[in-house]
Each structure stands twice: as C-alpha cells, then as structure tokens.
C-alpha cells in the first residue's frame, strides 16, 4: 500500500511559478513510476507529466512542454512538479499517482487508468 499526499497548491498570477511536492509512504518508492495529472472543472482528468522509477526518463503533455518539470528524490520519497510560466489555463486540481514497474526506464504512462495509487489533489489557480 503506498500514499500519496501533494502540496505546494495556491494561488498564483499568470506567468507565475509554483512547485508542487507528492511525499509517498512506504518502502518501495523506487519502484514505482510516478505521474502527474489534473481535472479542471467541468473537464476530465488529463495527464501532465510522467517520471520514471529511476528518475532517468519523463514525459510531458504538449500544453505544458517547456513550462513544467517532473523530478524526483527516491531518497526523499518525493516527487516534484516545477510549474513556470503559468497560464490560467492552467487552473486545475493537480493530482499526483503511482504506478509499480518492474523496469527502472518504464514511463509511457499517459492514462490515468495506468496508476495504482492516487493522492487527493492540491488546488492550482492560475489569474489573469
């Protein structure tokens, strides 16, 4: 069983930056992948950002390309989202997830349905 807790939510101007943090329990950290999504309202949850296990290989959606960064301390057993340049677009609650590799490398993991743990969310609002 791993849990998943995000912080670093708030509000913040367009242009702006925040870092978001995803804290794990459990012992096995460094075997799982680790994702980031959101739900604006009225949306679907959307993939943001992926990392590896390893940490050595990461994904991103094309909306945020360039902006956000996915990083990770398997020492920690933290997982980081670096937002900059935020849009109000952007606006969303931010979840982190998890998902148990056997592969260090292993990162296409785009749907939510690939994750075996969820955290509750942490409020991002972006103003104009």
């Known amino acids: 069983q791993v849990q998943l807790v995000e912080s670093g939510g708030g509000l913040v101007q367009a242009g702006g930056s925040l870092r978001l943090s995803c804290a794990a329990s459990?012992?096995?950290?460094?075997?799982?992948?680790m994702g980031w999504f959101r739900q604006a309202p009225g949306k679907e949850r959307e993939f943001v950002a992926v990392?590896?296990?390893?940490?050595?290989?990461?994904d991103y959606a094309d909306s945020v390309k360039g902006r956000f960064t996915i990083s990770r301390d398997n020492a920690k057993n933290t997982v980081y989202l670096q937002m900059n340049s935020l849009k109000p677009e952007d606006t969303a609650v931010y979840y982190c997830a998890g998902k148990h590799t056997y592969y260090s490398g292993s990162y296409y993991y785009p749907n939510s349905y690939d994750y075996d743990y969820w955290g509750h969310g942490t409020q991002v609002t972006v103003s104009s």
């Open positions: 990392i590896s296990s390893s940490g050595g290989r990461t």
């Open positions: 459990g012992r096995t950290f460094n075997s799982y992948a």
